[in-house]
């Protein structure tokens, strides 16, 4: 009897361990919710489904009286990514509870559905600046070039986390006509925002670059001459190509830490140093990864050297383009 009571409550603390973990990771993650091929025993697959939210059940939440609970709701909902999510979402963003709203927003942008283009504009316009942020944030993702006159309009934002989330969604719709209202913020006095300007100019590939991000490079702030060394190397004009040349100073690997992957693509012996010292002072796991699959020995050996007290728990998304080959040209 001992045994099976035993084996009872083993069975019930590895369901309960199982539904915690599943818990922690869907919530992190959104891990898909297909338990047929995931090694579970049908019991257990069965447990966790139950387990699952549902979208009927959670749209049910979002009308519920407590705004704690209709803001879990939206965020269950951006999660599940179901398209029948979106209109209750998009009537969210009316809601009473700024929280629900930004929530709401958050969620519409992480479902991606082209029929909260125009709610999320709107909310651009919100009188609380955390929605008016997660819905620039959206629109970003969403990539719709009717949001550019609206993000260009929210440069203006008087909060600083509103003018930088604008310039960020600016430069992921990749639309020229932000390039007008985005160069002037290289010389913002705020240093993230002249990064953000700098970033964004680089994403939409504007060949027709002024002198004034040449001249970021040396900005007293490091990150923004990150930034500046990023975006002349993302253009790769024969303007752009010898400003990063020239900036490839050994005494500072700002410059070329920033454009790395230029550096790594010529091939010059000479930088392997400035390369390494700049992983080492501004290094991400993504950089160190292309260091180790470069093709040159020293750089492999530095990205391996940095990984272990950089890298984080969870390993990083498997890569889904190669990155810069040594010596492969400009």
Request: with cysteine; proline share 8%.
């Amino acid at each position: 009897m001992r045994s099976r009571n035993h084996r009872a409550v083993s069975s019930i603390l590895r369901l309960t361990v199982i539904a915690v973990s599943f818990w922690l990771t869907w919530s992190a993650v959104g891990l898909c919710q297909d338990f047929g091929d995931s090694g579970f025993t049908p019991d257990e697959a069965k447990f966790l489904q139950q387990m699952t939210p549902n979208t009927d059940q959670t749209l049910n939440q979002l009308r519920d009286p407590d705004p704690g609970t209709r803001e879990g709701a939206a965020n269950i909902l951006g999660q599940l990514r179901d398209p029948h999510a979106v209109q209750p979402l998009i009537a969210a963003l009316g809601d009473p509870s700024p929280s629900v709203r930004e929530t709401a927003a958050w969620a519409l942008g992480n479902i991606a559905d082209v029929k909260a283009e125009e709610p999320l504009i709107t909310a651009l316009k919100d009188a609380d600046a955390a929605v008016r942020k997660a819905a620039a944030q959206a629109l970003g993702g969403l990539k719709d070039p009717r949001a550019v006159e609206p993000l260009i309009a929210l440069l203006k934002d008087s909060y600083g986390m509103i003018r930088y989330r604008a310039a960020q969604s600016l430069g992921e719709i990749g639309d020229p006509r932000a390039v007008q209202a985005l160069t002037p913020l290289l010389q913002d006095p705020a240093p993230a925002m002249q990064m953000a300007a700098a970033t964004a100019l680089g994403m939409i590939k504007n060949a027709e670059m002024p002198d004034l991000l040449i001249s970021r490079l040396k900005d007293p702030d490091s990150f923004v001459r990150r930034a500046a060394a990023h975006t002349l190397a993302t253009i790769g004009t024969p303007q752009a190509i010898a400003a990063l040349t020239a900036g490839a100073n050994p005494k500072d690997p700002t410059i070329v830490a920033g454009a790395y992957a230029f550096f790594i693509k010529k091939g010059d012996p000479e930088t392997v140093k400035t390369l390494i010292d700049g992983l080492n002072q501004y290094g991400t796991e993504k950089m160190a990864a292309d260091f180790e699959r470069c093709g040159n020995n020293e750089l492999r050996e530095a990205g391996l050297n940095w990984m272990p007290p950089h890298v984080h728990l969870l390993q990083p998304a498997p890569r889904k383009t190669p990155g810069p080959r040594w010596g492969q040209g400009e």
